[in-house]
């Protein structure tokens, strides 16, 4: 059973860069995608960014491209968002789950705060 970890959070100037770091210390971690979700107060949970389990594939949502990346290191089985260019819309919790079947993730961890100052 995958359990994930998330962590790298915190407070940033505008224009400023975080990374983020989602761990699992089960044996399956290499099995799943990965994906990355954020959810803003008051606002749904919406989708970031996911890689594959392999960690050859990638895709993101419209409002991260060329700014957020996303990576896969399974020997450490550990996935990385990294933030750069940062925006104050950008502020919510961070989530990162497995994707379990094609239309479900699991495994969701407790999140990691990031919050952008203007």
């Known amino acids: 059973q995958v359990q994930l970890v998330e962590s790298g959070g915190g407070l940033v100037q505008a224009g400023g860069s975080l990374r983020l770091s989602c761990t699992d210390s089960?044996?399956?971690?290499?099995?799943?995608?990965i994906g990355w979700f954020r959810q803003a107060p008051g606002k749904d949970r919406e989708f970031v960014a996911r890689i594959s389990s392999s960690g050859g594939v990638t895709s993101y949502a419209e409002f991260v491209k060329g700014r957020f990346t996303i990576s896969k290191d399974n020997a450490k089985s550990t996935v990385y968002l990294h933030l750069n260019s940062l925006k104050p819309e950008d502020t919510a919790v961070y989530y990162c789950?497995?994707?379990?079947?094609?239309?479900?993730?699991?495994?969701w961890g407790q999140g990691t705060q990031v919050t952008v100052s203007s």
């Open positions: 089960g044996r399956t971690f290499s099995s799943y995608a």
């Open positions: 789950a497995a994707r379990i079947t094609a239309g479900s993730y699991g495994g």
